[in-house]
């Protein structure tokens, strides 16, 4: 049948073992059984990395050795109607012409499932000429980097790496960029007393696109939380708290706030000529971008000794003038966007930052953005910009959950023998492009100084969601370049 050739035959097998992002021992140690049943020495660290080696084929011998790497733990994304329990459940895959998909409602963990299954079919071939090999599979990939991050690599002796974990059989991954997350927290005071008669509203933005902090941050889709600031600086409202955004990697889609206006009229008139300027400037990017606003105590004018307060008897202090003129300062001068493009690749951000979640709570303005570089220099450039601002605010900044770029080489042996293998097997030119957003890749690079690295995959879909899918030919045509690759090495 069509899913039976030797990579398929082992993700089949391999999605029977539940291997969400730091559950991964049952998965690493049916691999390590698995390569020990072949007679393959394997190495597994303490977090459940693995190591395998593999000698050389008859004639091969003196062939410099070839580092292969893939992650085996997935993202686990499934349909709200999927009762799949990512804990204990197999993931059945389900052909749909010629794609795999999961019969389950769930993320098909192609990503990186067919990178691993790949190698593990070179592994089991005893068949295939190549030089020594020597196999990494890590863990928390997905979330942490932590396998990449820690794993010990002193005994590696490649100084050639191919990664199997990219999406598009025709595209070759020549570097990718570094990042760190960064938390900016600013205090604020409060007035006293609200204004006379005034009433709270909550005040909703939604409707943008979102998407990826990194890939689509040169899209225009715009950030809520910029927005709805640009709004709250109409000087007829006073602010009580603000809070938008849920993961600083994810492009803010919503933003609110509580504020205190005069009437409900006025508000509405405020809300509805903001909202025709930001439906004008977002019209291609999000035409159902909206603004709401709605009272908090229910009514729409409870008053406490003067003070607005809410339905739950919470009473509605503003800020100070001062402090909203803090948080204007903050998160217009805060580095959000495109910072700049790559010269070396046509249309690719070179560095970007993007607020991802604003808050205002215990009297604390807090921004969460993520860093991104294509070198760990214009990483440093942006935080430094940060760090300006924060010295100047009063403001403190942490980073946290940094991760190194692999940066472009101008040379390298493995891309152009690659590009040449390639085009000898399907014709065409492979697309060569970097990536912005964060690889394993770079923590190999930066622990194997002079390694030649490359990244590769068959084409994939709709990675991270329920509807994530892979071509069956498309994954013989990969394994077929993966096998040409190392017959040529
Ligand atoms: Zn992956």
Redesign the pocket.
């Known amino acids: 049948m069509k899913m039976d050739t030797d990579v398929l035959k082992i993700f089949r097998e391999l999605s029977r073992i539940p291997r969400e992002s730091g559950n991964e021992k049952e998965v690493s140690n049916w691999i390590k059984s698995w390569a020990e049943s072949l007679g393959l020495p394997v190495v597994q660290d303490d977090i459940w990395d693995l190591i395998i080696t593999k000698p050389a084929s008859a004639g091969y011998e003196d062939h410099e050795p070839v580092l292969m790497q893939a ?1 085996i733990d997935m993202v686990c994304e499934k349909n709200s109607d999927s009762d799949h329990d990512f804990a204990k459940d197999p993931i059945e895959l389900k052909l749909d012409g010629d794609w795999i998909v999961s019969a389950n409602g769930t993320t098909l963990g192609a ?2 499932g067919i990178g691993v299954s790949a190698a593990m079919a070179v592994l089991a071939d005893d068949t295939l000429p190549h030089p020594s090999l020597e196999v990494v599979f890590t863990v928390q ?2 979330t942490t980097f932590a396998g990449a991050e820690s794993i010990d690599v002193s005994a590696i002796k490649s100084r050639r790496m191919i990664n199997l ?1 990219h999406a598009d059989e025709a595209e070759l991954i020549v570097g990718s960029c570094g990042g760190t997350g960064a938390k900016f927290t600013l205090p604020l005071i409060r007035e006293s007393a609200a204004p006379s008669g005034w009433s709270g509203y909550r005040i909703r933005l939604f409707g943008l696109k979102g998407g990826h902090s990194g890939e689509d941050i040169h899209r225009g889709r715009g950030n809520a939380i910029s927005l709805l600031l640009r709004l709250l600086e109409t000087p007829e409202l006073r602010v009580v708290s603000i809070s938008g955004g849920t993961n600083r990697l994810a492009i803010p889609r919503e933003a609110e706030a509580v504020v205190l206006a005069p009437d409900g009229e006025t508000l509405e008139a405020i809300l509805a000529d903001v909202k025709q300027t930001f439906r004008k400037e977002y019209s291609g990017a999000a035409p159902d971008l909206d603004i709401t606003a709605e009272p908090v105590d229910g009514g729409g004018s409870a008053n406490v000794a003067g003070t607005a307060a809410a339905a739950d008897g919470a009473v509605l202090l503003p800020l100070t003038a001062d402090a909203m003129q803090m948080i204007s300062a903050a998160v217009r001068l805060y580095p959000n966007g495109i910072a700049q493009m790559n010269g070396s690749f046509e249309g690719l951000v070179e560095s970007s930052d993007n607020i991802g979640i604003i808050s205002t709570e215990g009297d604390v303005l807090t921004l969460v953005s993520e860093v991104r570089g294509a070198y760990q220099s214009t990483v440093q450039d942006i935080t430094g910009t940060i760090d300006t601002l924060a010295a100047l605010l009063g403001a403190s900044v942490e980073y946290f959950n940094g991760y190194v770029p692999w940066e472009f080489e101008a040379d390298s042996k493995l891309r152009d023998l690659a590009v040449s293998t390639y085009t000898e097997m399907f014709g065409g030119e492979m697309r060569q492009l970097a990536l912005h957003a964060g690889l394993e890749c770079g923590f190999f690079a930066e622990k194997i100084p002079g390694l030649d690295l490359i990244s590769i995959g068959p084409n994939c879909q709709y990675f991270h969601s329920p509807e994530e899918r892979v071509s069956v030919t498309s994954v013989e045509h990969f394994y077929s370049f993966l096998k040409a690759l190392l017959r040529k090495l």
């Open positions: 992650h990503d990186d990939e997905e974990d």
